[in-house]
């Protein structure tokens, strides 16, 4: 058994974790030994009662290592430990790093520069649009841009990498055959083909209310730096950003209306001492010891596309935030039937978007 199996299998161990496995690193140096370990000298290490002593000897009562390497070899995937050139140096140093990082996708020294983006799952059009513009321009500008492939913010930071062309990394709170949520399965291969989806967990356990903290840390932990885009006082985002500030990195956030309960948990974190982002360079700027030559921003370029009267009334009525059809109708001047037929042709000309409950956002 090399040092990677022998880490899968005391993974895969009940109630160990990696804080009682440094400590069982200190006593007998590698992780075959610990596997050879008697009870009596298990217990030597800290933290190390008889329960977990009589788990890690009998570890082939919980773990069937063959069948899980099997697993890995058919999914494609492959597993770094802490020693292995690839494992993120940051995460290397945080109190509990993962005794394992199971890999679909590969990594690169490229994402040693990295910013993690979270926010809520249930977002407004201004906080996904936000997270997708600053995710495209810090990956377009070199940064591997981390998140939990949640549903969301999370799903809009992936998003704006990719179409970037950039880097990008998933960390799953599930196993690699339990990838969760399942509408983002097409999403996971994208970013497996450019990037990486990762994960700590063995490959067939499923996703609990457990699992997602214990992939928060590794998000927070990856990164020089945390992005809140958009997150609500209860949103599980502000319990990664307390893990990013014991961690000891950067934080920013992205300010919110002061009317939306989705923006409370992110302009709390503000009024707290995250930094205020209101554009990519402000990151780019704070990170200039990691990125001295960063490339310029380039703006998207603005399409000429000529309106009619009432399209351009219209267009007018509408701004970058949801605007009820109401507001439109009354501030356009126009007949409810023409405001109605008018919006459906900017939305054919990617002008506008219809957002749920009759309201509309303005795309250019």
């Known amino acids: 058994m090399n040092e990677t199996e022998a880490c899968i299998a005391l993974n895969m161990v009940p109630k160990l974790g990696p804080v009682r496995l440094r ?3 200190e006593v007998f140096g590698s992780p075959q030994r610990i596997l050879l370990a008697k009870p009596d000298e298990l217990r030597q290490a800290a933290g190390v009662g008889p329960e977990i002593a009589d788990a890690i000897v009998h570890w082939e009562d919980h773990a069937d290592l063959g069948a899980e ?3 890995i070899e058919d999914f494609g995937a492959h597993v770094l430990i802490q020693s292995s050139p690839l494992y993120p140096p940051l995460l290397r140093e945080i109190h509990n790093p993962p005794i394992v990082l199971y890999v679909w996708g590969a990594l690169t020294e490229a994402d040693r520069h990295a910013l993690s983006i979270v926010g809520s799952r249930k977002t407004s059009h201004y906080g996904l649009e936000s997270a997708k513009k600053l995710a495209y321009q810090l990956a377009y500008a070199g940064l591997t841009i981390v998140s939990g492939l949640a549903r969301g913010i999370d799903t809009a930071a992936h998003q704006g990498a990719l179409a970037a062309k950039g880097r990008t990394v998933a960390v799953l709170g599930s196993g690699l055959m339990n990838l969760y949520p ?3 399965d097409l999403l996971a291969e994208k970013i497996a083909s450019s990037g990486a989806v990762v994960t700590e967990f063995p490959m067939t356990v499923a996703p609990d209310r457990e699992t997602f903290p214990q992939r928060n840390r590794i998000v927070s932990g990856w990164s020089d730096g945390l992005l809140v885009v958009e997150a609500g006082l209860k ?4 319990i990664t950003a307390g893990q990013a500030g014991d961690q000891g990195r950067s934080l920013y956030a992205v300010p919110g209306p002061i009317d939306r309960t989705t923006s409370a948990g ?3 974190l503000i009024q707290q001492g995250a930094k205020l982002i209101m554009g990519a360079e402000d990151i780019l700027e704070d990170l200039q010891i990691l990125l001295p030559e960063s490339p310029r921003l380039q703006p998207t370029p603005a399409r ?4 009619t009267g009432s399209e351009q009334a219209v267009y007018d009525a509408i701004t970058q935030d949801e605007t009820p059809i109401d507001r439109v109708i009354a501030k356009s001047g126009l007949p409810p039937g023409t405001v109605s037929s008018t919006l459906l042709l900017l939305e054919m000309k990617k002008l506008v978007k ?3 409950g009759q309201h509309f956002v303005k795309l250019l």
């Open 235 to 238: 949103s599980g985002a502000l």
């Open 69 to 71: 390497l099997t697993r």
């Open 182 to 184: 399942p509408e983002n």
């Open 354 to 356: 219809q957002l749920p």
């Open 304 to 307: 000429s596309i000529q309106l």
């Open 23 to 25: 400590r069982l690193l």
């Open 266 to 268: 992110s302009n709390r």
